[in-house]
């Protein structure tokens, strides 16, 4: 049974990998002959050291709807979550 299968198998193991190296060649076929610019802006200037630690000044998303959470609609959203994780790959 392996084997009536085998290419199928494998083929389905580099689904990754073949996707990544599909990216990669339209990327350097898009930045070809840019030397100094690439199409997207990559990174900016990144500032040095840390941010000084400290409290926040503003309270948090959750303590300003102040909506009761039911536990059933937590239970759907992971349900959901699992059934368009599957169907995507996650």
Not at 26 to 46: D, Q, V
Not at 67 to 90: D, E, H, V, W, Y
């Amino acid at each position: 049974m392996y084997s009536d299968h085998k290419t199928r198998f494998y083929l389905s193991r580099l689904r990754t990998g073949f996707t990544i190296l599909l990216y990669t060649l339209i990327s350097w076929l898009a930045n070809r002959g840019r030397a100094k610019k690439s199409i997207p802006k990559i990174l900016g200037t990144i500032p040095s050291g840390f941010k000084h630690m400290g409290f926040q000044r503003r309270a948090p998303l959750y303590l300003t709807l102040s909506c009761p959470l039911n536990p059933s609609q937590k239970l759907i959203a992971i349900g959901i979550t699992n059934i368009f994780g599957r169907l995507f790959g996650g």
